[in-house]
């Protein structure tokens, strides 16, 4: 069993996940992208895995999109993912939030139906190791 750490970007909200997780899914549906506001969440699942709230659990703000089961957890003072319990019971975090290495690789793009277009083209694009010098004006 693997215990890991994770907090918010503020440093407000910490917790702890006790357990493995079963999956690591990357997904691209249209609520995933507005939660993000990028082309896809990156979410780890675990049906066994207990969360316990270090500090800061009166700083977690849940919403629940109506006539749906999307739901998710977020500080409420800088807006970062937090760990959720779905309906059924299974905990979600996001990989983002999370302090400590998680060694699993991602188990899978799912909803990619719903891919947004300017993700398509994303293994062709250059890559920075950080945020590349601004091209010069003419």
């Given amino acids: 069993?693997?215990?890991h750490k994770g907090s918010c970007l503020c440093g407000t909200v910490k917790f702890e996940v006790s357990g493995d997780f079963d999956?690591?899914?990357l997904c691209h549906c249209r609520y995933c992208q507005k939660d993000t506001g990028s082309a896809h969440a990156a979410n780890l699942f675990s049906q066994t895995a207990q969360l316990i709230w270090l500090t800061g659990a009166e700083a977690v703000t849940s919403f629940?999109?109506?006539g749906t089961?999307?739901?998710r957890n977020f500080c409420k003072l800088c807006g970062s993912a937090l760990p959720n319990i779905q309906?059924?019971?299974v905990l979600v975090v996001p990989a983002g939030c999370l302090d400590t290495e998680c060694t699993l690789a991602p188990t899978a793009h799912i909803f990619t139906?719903?891919?947004a277009v300017?993700?398509?083209?994303?293994?062709?694009?250059p890559?920075?190791?950080n945020l590349p010098e601004p091209p010069e004006s003419t």
């Fill in 1 to 3: 069993m693997t215990d």
């Fill in 23 to 25: 999956s690591f899914y």
């Fill in 64 to 66: 629940t999109l109506p």
């Fill in 69 to 71: 089961c999307h739901s």
């Fill in 87 to 89: 309906a059924e019971g």
């Fill in 113 to 115: 139906s719903r891919k």
């Fill in 118 to 125: 300017w993700d398509q083209a994303r293994d062709e694009m």
């Fill in 127 to 129: 890559e920075f190791k």
